[in-house]
């Protein structure tokens, strides 16, 4: 069974940063891409950032650019998703989801959809 | 960005009846080469992540039941539940996949009525 449980939420000041982890399971890691995906509170879903299988390339939303950074390490079947310069409209909750197989590859990135998902890390920046 | 609307953004339908959703695209997710239309939908009951319904606009998801069906080409999709179930009580989103960012609808809210 396809398990990801997302970890590091929390409190944070505008400006201020912080990490989370999403740890997998249940199926073959390094095989998949893999994705973040957020929720503001009430609203609706925004896809972050994603990382092919082996890391060599990722992608991110442009409102997060230059803030974010998405990472993986295969050993121990971990995504990671570095926040900096966090803002109020950060303020979410942050899914981990396994990419499906089934997509479109080209140049502006790897466009796909999430065939499962974690339950999610909430993340609140405020003063 | 493809720009996803959905609508209503909210309906209310009896237990047994049939309950349509609707989605548009700002501009057409099919692709030629493969005649494949690069849309999703899920389902997202309260305080659970996403699940993901149907693919490829019409493709269900392994254990989905068939009273969830979508259609559509193009710009234009649907995502029809048959006859309504107390357990489908959620909000619907779709996604479109044909490229990047991804990017979602606002999401349809299906209560009973």
């Known amino acids: 069974e396809v398990q990801l449980v997302e970890s590091g939420g929390g409190l944070v000041q505008p400006g201020g940063s912080l990490r989370l982890s999403c740890a997998a399971s249940?199926?073959?890691?390094?095989?998949?891409?893999m994705s973040w995906v957020r929720q503001a509170p009430g609203k609706g879903l925004e896809w972050v950032a994603n990382?092919?299988?082996?890391?060599?390339?990722?992608y991110y939303v442009d409102s997060v650019k230059g803030r974010f950074a998405i990472s993986r390490d295969n050993a121990k079947n971990s995504l990671n998703l570095q926040m900096n310069s966090l803002r109020g409209e950060d303020t979410a909750v942050y899914y981990c989801?396994?990419?499906?197989?089934?997509?479109?590859?080209?140049?502006?990135?790897?466009?796909?959809?999430?065939?499962?998902w974690g339950q999610g890390a909430l993340v609140t920046v405020s003063s | 960005d493809i720009v996803m609307t959905q609508s209503p953004d909210s309906l209310a339908v009896s237990l047994g009846e049939r309950a349509t959703i609707n989605c548009k695209s700002s501009?057409?997710?099919?692709?030629?080469?493969?005649?494949?239309?690069?849309l999703a939908w899920y389902q997202q009951k309260p305080g659970q992540p996403p699940k993901l319904l149907i693919y490829?606009?019409?493709t269900r998801e392994s254990g989905v039941p068939d009273r969830f069906s979508g259609s559509g080409s193009g710009t234009d999709f649907t995502l029809t539940i048959s006859s309504l179930q107390a357990e489908d009580v959620a909000v619907y989103y779709c996604?479109?996949?044909?490229?990047?960012?991804?990017?979602f609808g606002q999401g349809t809210k299906v209560e009973i009525k």
């Open positions: 989801a396994r990419d499906s197989t089934f997509g479109f590859y080209d140049n502006s990135g790897y466009s796909t959809f999430g065939d499962h």
């Open positions: 249940g199926f073959t890691f390094s095989s998949y891409w």
């Open positions: 990382i092919k299988e082996d890391g060599s390339e990722r």
């Open positions: 501009q057409s997710v099919y692709y030629i080469s493969n005649s494949k239309n690069y």
């Open positions: 490829w606009a019409s």
């Open positions: 996604q479109q996949y044909y490229s990047t960012p991804r990017t």
